[in-house]
């Protein structure tokens, strides 16, 4: 199943180097503000369902694209696809993107896959066996010092994302490691953990084509993966937490508060900071409007009550 895995990444990474030669010619749409496709996401998809469905027939298929348009409806083995992870990036020609393929048995990952087409990097991991770069053996950082880490993230960029929120948390996490970067692909920053080129990992409302395969990448590494809160069990839950143990075991109390998940008193917490933080002079429109983002952002931070609610 690896191998298959590994074939159609191959095949659709292909498809991405050759319209990458080209870039200003591809055809780009939106879906919403600030989030696109392009018809290389769709070719990629395409190729890699054929790859996957010609081998496995009976299998489930849930594409970030076509959804759960191809394949079986009621299998216990589901291919979970991201065509092209970091397609801002590919339409700027900035080379930071990547294909990520897993495979869920009964909901758990077992097979997954993370190519880079551009410097022809194939991530692979098969659970119980350990995680691979180009067949050689990987494992996360053994930094123990937040103050010696290098930490990815990524950006809310959606509208109606909570980015106040967002600003507060990566001021706490800046300010106590060695330096934050903002890549633009989540699959590859996973990826990256589990390599050990960067520490740890953070990010709010992403999908489960974004981290399935890296989830697994990074506990097949020795690493840890799970919500702001720490709990395992996030695929669906649209946050994401990742790093070697001991630097996971840290980030969890900075950033567990901002987590939707978190308690009552840690949210009132948050809200309280984001308050104090609003300028002094209240009487200024400016003030006045800090004040009314802070009240309008504040039961976003606990609804998590719609599946883009931000974080």
Not at 59 to 73: C, N, P, V
Not at 89 to 106: D, Q, T, W
Not at 157 to 184: E, H
Request: proline fraction near 4%.
């Amino acid at each position: 199943m690896l191998n298959v895995a590994i074939k159609a990444a191959r095949a659709a990474g292909a498809i991405i180097n050759r319209a990458a030669l080209d870039v200003e010619s591809v055809r780009i749409s939106q879906k919403q503000i600030n989030d696109f496709v392009t018809e290389v996401d769709h070719a990629s998809e395409k190729i890699i369902i054929e790859t996957l469905l010609t081998a496995y027939p009976g299998h489930g298929i849930l594409a970030e694209e076509s959804g759960k348009e191809y394949g079986a409806r009621d299998s216990e083995f589901v291919w979970i696809i991201d065509p092209l992870d970091g397609t801002t990036n590919f339409i700027h020609g900035f080379p930071v993107y990547c294909i990520s393929i897993a495979l869920a048995v009964k909901g758990k990952v077992e097979q997954a896959v993370v190519y880079d087409p551009t410097r022809n990097d194939l991530f692979t991991a098969t659970k119980g066996r350990g995680a691979y770069l180009n067949e050689r053996r990987i494992r996360v950082s053994k930094r123990t010092q937040l103050k010696d880490c290098l930490i990815s993230t990524g950006f809310p960029f959606r509208p109606g994302d909570n980015f106040k929120s967002y600003l507060n948390m990566m001021a706490d996490v800046m300010q106590r490691t060695a330096g934050l970067r903002r890549p633009g692909a989540a699959a590859l920053d996973l990826a990256y953990v589990a390599a050990g080129f960067t520490d740890g990992f953070f990010e709010t409302g992403l999908s489960i084509w974004d981290v399935a395969a890296g989830s697994l990448l990074v506990t097949e590494a020795g690493g840890l993966v799970g919500n702001f809160t720490g709990e395992a069990d996030f695929l669906e839950q649209r946050e994401c937490l990742a790093g070697n143990p001991r630097v996971y075991g840290q980030l969890v109390p900075i950033l567990g508060k901002y987590s939707k998940f978190a308690s009552a008193g840690d949210k009132a917490a948050v809200r309280q900071a984001a308050t104090a933080d609003a300028p002094e002079a209240d009487n200024t429109p400016e003030a006045e409007g800090a004040a009314d983002v802070a009240g309008s952002e504040a039961p976003q931070v606990d609804a998590g009550k719609g599946e883009d609610a931000p974080f």
